[in-house]
Nanobody, 129 residues
Framework: VQLQASGGGLVQAGDSLRLSCAAS????????TAWFRQAPGKEREFVAA????????YYQDSAKGRFTVSRDNAKNTVYLQMNMLRPEDTAVYYCVAARNTGTLLSSRGRLTPRSYDYWGQGTLVTVSS
């Protein structure tokens, strides 16, 4: 499965962006999917995740109330709607997928990058103050 993230760009604080992650070469319809990000000089960190049927979502504390993760399995695509963006949201955002749907059931599982089998190439989000 190949993941292609898009939708990043340069925005001002308070603006919104919608990231998309299109899968090819296979279906992510039965995969747990998530978004990670990596800011310059920092470690990769978990942002949000969604179960394979979309019934459960998980967010990093700073994303709660501002970001919404969703998926459209018919389109083989996962989304991350980001509102009220802050300069500290500046990072490369990666979409990821795990064959083991149980990955999301534990915080350790979903927060650990190596829990995920597939990684997209990342899309850069820059938020200016």
């Amino acid at each position: 499965v190949q993941l292609q993230a898009s939708g990043g760009g340069l925005v001002q604080a308070g603006d919104s962006l919608r990231l998309s992650c299109a899968a090819s070469g296979g279906s992510v319809g039965t995969h747990a999917t998530a978004w990670f990000r990596q800011a310059p000089g920092k470690e990769r960190e978990f942002v949000a995740a969604i179960s394979w049927m979309g019934g459960r979502t998980y967010y990093q504390d700073s994303a709660k109330g501002r970001f919404t993760v969703s998926r459209d399995n018919a389109k083989n695509t996962v989304y991350l709607q980001m509102n009220m963006l802050r300069p500290e949201d500046t990072a490369v955002y990666y979409c990821v997928a795990a064959r083991n749907t149980g990955t999301l059931l534990s915080s350790r599982g979903r927060l650990t990058p190596r829990s995920y089998d597939y990684w997209g190439q990342g899309t850069l989000v820059t938020v200016s103050s």
